[in-house]
C-alpha cells in the first residue's frame, strides 16, 4: 500500500506561482509512475502531468504545458507540480497519484491523495 499526501496548495492571484508537493509513504516510490489530477467545480478530474520512475519522461495536458512542471525525488519519496503563471481556470482540488503503468487516465493509478486546494483570483 501506498499512502500519499499532498500540500502546498492556496489562494494565489492570477499570474503567481506555487509548489505542489506529495509525500509517499508505506513503500517506496521510485518504481511507479507518478501524476497530479485536478477537479474543478462541478467538472470531472482531469489528467494534469506524469512522471515516470525514473524521472526522465513526463507528459502534460496542453492546458499547463509551459506553465508546469513535474518532479520527483525518489530519495525523498516525494513529488512535486511546479506551478507558474497561473490562471483562474487552474483553480482545483489537486490530487496526487501513483500507479504502475502510468497513463493519462485516472483508471492508470491505483494510489490517490486527498487532495489540496488550488484558488486562483483574477
Known amino acids: 500500500q501506498v499512502q500519499l499526501v499532498e500540500s502546498g496548495g492556496g489562494l494565489v492571484q492570477a499570474g503567481g506561482s506555487l509548489r505542489l508537493s506529495c509525500a509517499a509513504s508505506?513503500?517506496?516510490?521510485?518504481?511507479?509512475?507518478m501524476a497530479w489530477f485536478r477537479q474543478a467545480p462541478g467538472k470531472e478530474r482531469e489528467f494534469v502531468a506524469r512522471?515516470?520512475?525514473?524521472?526522465?519522461?513526463?507528459v502534460y495536458a496542453d492546458s499547463v504545458k509551459g506553465r508546469f512542471t513535474i518532479s520527483r525525488d525518489n530519495a525523498k519519496n516525494t513529488v512535486y507540480l511546479q506551478m507558474n503563471s497561473l490562471k483562474p481556470e487552474d483553480t482545483a482540488v489537486y490530487y496526487c497519484?501513483?500507479?504502475?503503468?502510468?497513463?493519462?487516465?485516472?483508471?492508470?493509478?491505483?494510489?490517490w491523495g486527498q487532495g489540496t486546494q488550488v484558488t486562483v483570483s483574477s
Open positions: 497519484a501513483a500507479g504502475s503503468f502510468g497513463g493519462t487516465t485516472m483508471s492508470s493509478y491505483s494510489y
Open positions: 512522471v515516470r520512475g525514473s524521472g526522465a519522461s513526463t
Open positions: 508505506g513503500r517506496t516510490i521510485s518504481s511507479y509512475t
